[in-house]
RNA sequence: ACCCGGGUGGCGGAACUGGUAGACGCGCAGGACUUAAAAUCCUGUUUCCCGAAACGGAAGUACGGGUUCAAUUCCCGUCCCGGGUACCA
């Protein structure tokens, strides 16, 4: 009986599927666990290899916890709305919901043969109505609530319309500081622009009203910069614009500003830092989180501009604001306008126009330093003598604190380069600590040059100059964030239509009974007049002045994690019975790169859950396990380009490639040659060899073995290659008719990004049916650590089978049958058994799947050896792998005469008992050197080992009759002897 | 530019808390079985030096320094590669 993996894989996942052995429930004795994978966007694609790779270590993770004897929730579905969908449509006219269901049919089919142990019936869509009628839902919710600073929490907003009606707003100030009210009539002098009484508040009409709770709002509407492309007439995303133009056309790409909604995320940042303390995420992934919070403390101090109005700046660095020699200020900031003088006009418009064509991204990874001179002067207020001349440059945002800097080029590597560039005069304020050829942004130093300052050190003038500042009323402490609100709209179709109707400019929610908004079907997918979304060209959709944004990919995948607990219910988003019995997620699983994206937003959306009562747990994840990106290892052919004939195809192996440099002349004459004495239809004259080219070109990787190409694949592969010659690594030749042929054609190599366009993607389902599924998926793990990136080599599979048939060899034999038996297992068998228990639970336990891999090679391979085919051995290695070979193990356990699932068995028990050493083989190292190994009983003293180290031969001839200085012994560990 | 991660044989990787560097697998080389092939099994495989071999010696974890009896592991600096940088998901 052999290992037939395809029979054996088809009859266990349809018997699994009828017994329904994946449904869980809600209600169950045993603890719960919930294991999570990151939401899949269900590409056109489809999986290749890098996908699974999250997936099946999950699914490890599920089945082994199932095993140890817990209620496992491990569901799956898709994040369904996207940009790709639509871009597709709008290419070939197909509706993204039928590009999309295609999309998601094929993923499920190549999911469906790795033998997942998902509970299908919990999928969820983000794209279908039944779901997103709660995405809407909880956008309602965040619309009408607002975050109550004294209470740290969100609250629905008619708290704070009662707070308003009887106290004003004094004590809950309007989160956006730059937010001015209607000048007052009755003091128009006196007013404080930003806060009213609660008289004032019920005087307010309903517009005004509306737009001041529209500051508080969770959910709010203001406006935002996009990416504005007049050639296509459309809003494009970061990705589609490359170098300031579009991807598609080239065109141009300024920044617009349009009506956008946001989520005030700004308002949790608090929380969203101390959260990072309660859950168990990667040290680098909090860190990433938090510098994306990016909460500093400093102070807001105003500049006196002689053009007259004041300049607000943030600085986490009072201290060295004797230092400050210009002003930096952002060029969309709205008081450059205001103070460029008439002569600096042309050259600020200029460079304004130059900044807006640029990205974010660009402004900030450039290294040439730009800039331009406003023409106006700022005043220090603590040395009024001092005029600091107004610049603007594009390393200032406007979004990041106020938009403006103070420029200390002695202390601050940018400032000191901006100065230099631009021959501004640097004063020293750090005396010795500054040398004039760099910055030293120290806190250690004396002040000098620095008024009443001097003689302090920096770290201590910090408190002194806010102080000071606060008292003569030019500004005040601060506390910033790098993070800004969350922009919430897309001038797109494929996505949430927002539950919000538009009278009179102000924005009034859906009732919830109408919802869910359907999204209405389109004709075209092209843009809405003034850059609106293809909302915007729906007459009736228009007449009934709904929205014509629509939420972004983020929005569905925010708060999925609640869905798949309670996926069926009609009535609420998810009940508070079904929230409260699966809590937290306990694993989740995927890649960095949702670092400060989607992870903070649905951390964000769960504390707004849980503030206003939804669910009990304000963190979703508990533990969060990051999997690295398979790479694609490219293979690469070289062509030979023969300027006399361009047609011809004939490829040099790689040896060739190597050995003749494209740029020497004389290196093109010898390939020339010795290509035309071996293919004669080769030819060349005394101008034409030196234009010689090689290009290397992508070839599939599946037609490729290890480095070997197939030649006959090759030809077959694209019809210009039909007649290839091939010039293989021995010197023979590999002609189109054949004949001649002896030695293999070398690939070049090289580890890319997988993709479709490099060739190099490898299909699962390729691999599934040439080696079964469990192969796949131990191999995946056996490729390395799960949380590193690592390229996908098919090569080594090879292996991991032939591991699982040595497996299946110890229970049957090709000729002589079942060979399995019921004999006494013998200590020595017990111990590697028990020693594979322990290694195995240990590894899963902490996501260590590959060195799991090896550990059951090694068992498999030692049990082999001892020729041991014991059930009493062989049936708890059964159970010990099945979450990572499920289908051959379920196969093994009912040879073995169990009548019910495996997947139900419970995890073998450690017995240490059989694990315990009296001795070790202890390394001896001479000065650090390993120089022998010494047998010595584990519970030998200090003294004893030294008896017997310096009777040793081999450490006499070291010591070469020297006495050692000391002897280093540690239990368990090693031997040292310093000489 | 900034933030985060990574760099170990021909290749993927192992060494979990500073303690025998290279487990396990691939590849490669040699051998057994076979008419042959596949499958399977056995032996070897970091590099260099000495040597017939056993054995012995030296170097070695991107590079340059440092701490330590001992560093792939900790610290400082440099280089290279990957992810993210707010509308790809």
Redesign the pocket.
Known sequence: MEYKFTDIEKKWQDQWKNDAVYKVSNDSARPKYYVLDM???P?GTGLHVGHPLGYIASDIYARFKRLKGFNVLHPMGY??????A?QYAIDHGIHPAVSTEQNIKNFRAQLDKIGFCFDWDRQVKTSDPHYYKWTQWIFLQLFHSWYNRQTQKAEPLTNLVEIFEKDGNKNQPIPNTQFQLPADEKKPLHADSSYFSADRWKAFDESTKQSILMEYRLAYCGY?E??WCEGLGT???????INGVSERGGYPVVKKK?R?WYLR?TEYADRLLEGLDRIDF????K??Q?????KSYGAEVNFKLDAGPVLKVYTTRPDTIFGVDFMVIAPEHELVEKITTAAQKNAVEEYIAYVKSR???ER????KISGCFTGAYAINPFDEQKKIPVWISE?VLA??GTGAIMAVPCGD??DFKFAKHFNIPITNIIGKYYNGEEANPTKDAILDNSGFLNGTVMRDAIGIVNKKIEELGIGERKVNY???????????Y??EPFPIVWKNGIAYSLNEKDLPLELPHVDSYKPGPEGEGPLANIPSWVAKELET?TM???AG?SWYFLRYMDPHNEKEFCSRKASDYWGQVDLYIG????????LLYSRMWTKALYDLGYIGHDEPYKKLVNQ??I?G?SRFVYRVINPLNNAQQIFISKKYFDKYSPNNVSDLLDLAKLLHEKITSFLFDDESFGLIKINPIHVDVNIVN?I?LDVEAFRKWKPEYVNAYFLLEDGSISSPTGGGREGDYICGTE???MSKSKFNTVNPNDLVSRYGADTFRMYEM????V?????W?T?????????L??LW?LFYD?LKGKIWNDAKATDGELKILHKTIK?IE??TE?F?F??A??????AV?EF??IKCNKKEILQPLLILLTPYAPHICEELWHELGNSSTILDASFPKLEEKYLVEST????V?I???????LNIALDATQQQVEEMILGDD?VK??LEGKSP??I?Y?KN????V?V
Not at 290 to 294: K, L
Not at 482 to 492: G, H, L, N, P, T
Request: net charge positive; no cysteine; glycine share 10%.
């Open positions: 939401f899949p966007y590409s994040d369904a709305f996207g940009l790709p639509e935002g996009v990416n809003v494009l995303a970061n990705d589609e614009v349009l956008q995320i990667s040290e680098a992934m860190e990433m938090t510098n994306w919070i990016g990205s974010e991204r900030m990874a450039e290294k390393y979004g990041y590597e940018r790098k993070m800004r609100d969350a922009a919430f709209s897309r001038q797109r494929w996505g944004n972004p990919g983020y995948s890649g960095t790169e949702h670092a400060v994206g989607h690295g990106m790479q290892s290890g070997e580890v890319e990004k056996f490729l390395g650590p949380e590193q990136s690592k390229p080599d090569k080594g599979i090879e292996g991991v089978h032939r591991f048939k040595k060899r090709e290694k240990e590894d902490r260590s590959n060195t891999v090896s550990a059951f090679m090694i391979n082999n050896d070790k083989n202890y390394p190292a000065n650090g050197k390993t120089r022998t190994e081999v001839k070291w200085k000391k280093i540690v560990k090693m031997i040292n310093v």
